[in-house]
């Protein structure tokens, strides 16, 4: 289960209130130091359009789906784009380089991961599990991003050799 995180502590009190309102419990603001987490799978940003249902209690559990599929939804979207432009670079300067960019990328938006996780999600359920929510209108296809790309970039996640290096 992720911890919600505010950006300021005044915000995260004011939410602390409605939860212990709506909970009839208490609920405490926690303070960490520094910049050393970063949001992503275990540390999510606040946001109230997608998180204010949650501080009246736990989610029903359809709405836990929902958010899950969400969140797989992300990760393919990012995880898309790391290996196709990996699978497209022209040399092995060009692949190193995207390489370093999509690792500094899943990393501070999933709090750990690189190119090499991107390619297993790829290739597995949760990944071709989105697939067949885009084939049957569940989800809605992201116009910058064609289902037929996503299709590709599981295709080559899927083949052996893919992100083997280049002498």
Same mark, same amino acid.
């Given at each position: ?11 995260? *009190? ?17 303070? !960490? @130091? @520094?910049? #050393? ?7 999510? %940003?606040?946001?109230?359009? #997608?998180?204010?249902? !949650? /501080?009246?209690?736990? /989610?029903?559990?359809? +709405?836990?789906?929902?958010?899950? $599929?969400?969140? =797989? ?10 290996? %196709? *432009? ?20 899943? #990393? &501070? $938006? ?11 999600? /790829? ?11 885009? +084939?049957?209108? $569940? /989800?809605?296809? =992201? =116009?910058?991003?064609?289902?037929? =790309?996503? *299709? +590709?970039?599981?295709?080559? &996640? ?5 992100? &083997?290096?280049? &002498?």
């Amino acid at each position: 289960m992720p911890l919600l995180a505010w950006e300021e502590s005044a915000a995260a *009190e004011a939410a602390c209130t409605i939860a212990r309102s709506i909970r009839k419990c208490d609920v405490i603001v926690s303070t !960490v @130091g @520094g910049t #050393h987490q970063v949001p992503g799978d275990q540390l999510i %940003l606040y946001s109230a359009s #997608h998180h204010a249902q !949650v /501080l009246a209690g736990q /989610l029903p559990r359809e +709405r836990v789906s929902s958010t899950k $599929t969400a969140s =797989d939804w992300h990760r393919t979207k990012v995880f898309t784009g790391a290996v %196709l *432009e990996l699978a497209d670079a022209p040399d092995a300067a060009c692949k190193q380089a995207a390489t370093t960019k999509w690792n500094k990328i899943i #990393h &501070a $938006t999933f709090a750990g991961g690189s190119v090499v996780s991107a390619s297993q999600f /790829l290739s597995g359920k949760r990944a071709a599990a989105i697939v067949e929510l885009l +084939r049957n209108g $569940t /989800l809605v296809e =992201d =116009d910058e991003l064609p289902i037929a =790309d996503i *299709e +590709r970039a599981i295709t080559i &996640a899927k083949a052996d050799s893919w992100n &083997a290096p280049t &002498a």
